[in-house]
């Protein structure tokens, strides 16, 4: 153990990209925890209901759902990845015990920001000319042309268009979506969506919304929420099937282009199953 009057070796300091990785695993470790809480709802949740001859069934799954999660959460606590986070953590608080710094750090996102900037550095040669601009003008602008097309989806912003809010009514269940737009020094943004929810199917919404293509176009982004409220088929468009076998439903949207016999093309939005995509 170093002495803390020690300065840290150079060598064992972060940079950005490790602390930005440590936060998301730290913020996939919390949403795990987040959805244990609700272990024993889940599981007396059928006894809840008018008897019926799913309920076993819907208990089973329950039971073995709240199961795999803590072993899941559990196997990934004790993982080096996580255990090494932890030290580090512990190294770098003896250094340097002043936390203040910490209150201006936002608690979610890093997952997104992780995997977008493990992207940039992996296409940091051809991505610089692709990159738009997009200007207030242009975010309220995409919003009356999604509204316009949508017009059931209630649309929100707040923050100088930096924050969207999106919510709807789906087959009974409230949905709520959260746009972020952050921009950096270089005027490139970013964009971050959320269905806003710490339960099943909001985490998995979330995901599949996170693994989008064309992540930096916020008209893709709003009307892959929209995408939400309509898609003509219910099943997977991949394996044509309604439940996976974790008994999942098609949870994540993506477009196809479809040309017709007269040559003009339209966007069509299909639904997958989260573990169907490629
Ligand atoms: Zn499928």
């Known amino acids: 153990m170093a002495a803390p009057d020690v300065a840290p070796q150079p060598g064992t300091e972060w940079d950005e ?8 695993l730290l913020e996939h470790l919390q949403a795990q925890i987040d959805d244990l809480r609700l272990a024993l709802p889940r599981v007396i949740e059928p006894f809840h209901q008018p008897p019926n001859p799913r309920m076993f069934k819907l208990y089973v799954q329950g039971v073995v759902g709240s199961q795999n999660g803590i072993k899941t959460l ?17 190294k770098s608080l003896t250094a340097n015990p002043d936390l203040s710094a ?12 992780e995997r977008k900037e493990r992207e940039s550095r992996k296409n940091k040669h051809d991505e610089s000319s692709d990159e738009v601009t997009l200007t207030n003008e242009e975010v309220t602008r995409l919003i009356s042309e999604v509204q316009k097309a949508w017009p059931n989806l209630h649309v929100d912003t707040r923050d100088d268009n930096h924050i969207i809010s999106v919510q709807f009514v789906h087959e009974s269940v409230k949905l709520k979506f959260r746009v972020t737009i952050e921009r950096d020094a270089n005027g490139r943004h970013t964009l971050n969506g959320k269905c806003l929810g710490t339960t099943e199917p909001f985490l998995t919404i979330t995901r599949c919304i996170a693994s989008r293509p064309q992540a930096s176009d916020l008209k893709y982004l709003l009307n892959m929420v929209a995408a939400y409220t309509n898609v003509k088929s219910k099943e997977c468009a991949k394996c ?20 017709a016999a007269d040559g003009t093309t339209e966007t069509r939005w299909e639904a997958f199953h989260e573990s169907c995509l490629s």
């Open 17 to 24: 990209a490790q602390c930005t990785a440590a936060l998301a």
């Open 74 to 90: 559990r196997e990934e606590w004790k993982s080096s990845e996580t255990q090494t986070m932890f030290e580090h953590t512990k």
């Open 102 to 113: 910490s209150t201006s750090i936002p608690s979610h996102g890093w997952t997104e920001r």
């Open 240 to 259: 044509e099937k309604i439940f996976d076998n974790t008994m999942s439903t098609p949870m994540a949207r993506r477009s196809r282009q479809i040309v």
